[in-house]
């Protein structure tokens, strides 16, 4: 086996991380924060009447849309490979599923619906990336 899907057992049965999965699920962590973070900046922008910031925003969601798809994939190949928790891959799903949410209540609803689910995209996809640099590795 290459190094960068070789995996080894752990004492409770698990397989230690593939690198190549780890790092896919890791990047796609990192761009879901950094898309979240350009979401924010785009929102304010909108709220405050800044030209060219509805467009900018709809890239956004749709950037976000791409990682964190890319990231359920990661997380769901990282669980398989690993025989570890499904709760990363739950909650990847969770984050992609309630981002297609928020684009669609971003057009037909207020904000009243849109700004919780922001809340729930944000806390989901900063655990995510937090637990792809400490979890993951230990505990995949």
Same mark, same amino acid.
């Given at each position: 086996m290459s190094s960068s899907t070789a995996s080894t057992r752990t004492a409770g049965g698990r397989? @230690?991380?593939? !690198?190549?999965?780890l790092r896919l699920f890791q %990047? @796609?962590? #990192?761009?879901? #924060?950094?898309? /979240? /973070?350009?979401?924010? #900046?785009?929102a304010g922008q909108?709220?405050?009447?800044t030209s060219g910031a509805?467009?900018?925003h709809a890239a956004g969601a749709i950037a976000l849309h791409v990682v964190q798809g890319l990231a359920v994939v990661a997380a769901f190949l990282?669980? &398989? =490979?690993? &025989? %570890?928790r499904v709760l990363? !891959? =739950?909650l990847a799903l969770l984050a992609f599923v309630v981002g297609f949410v928020q684009a669609w209540t971003g057009d037909h609803t %207020?904000?009243?619906v849109h700004v919780p689910g922001a809340v729930i !995209? !944000?806390?989901v996809t900063v655990w995510l990336a937090a637990w792809a640099f400490g979890g993951a590795r230990r505990t995949a």
């Open positions: 397989s @230690a991380a593939p !690198t190549g999965l %990047g @796609a962590a #990192v761009l879901s #924060v950094l898309v /979240v /973070v350009l979401q924010f #900046v785009s909108l709220l405050s009447g509805e467009e900018v990282l669980q &398989r =490979a690993t &025989r %570890g990363p !891959t =739950a %207020g904000l009243a !995209t !944000t806390v």
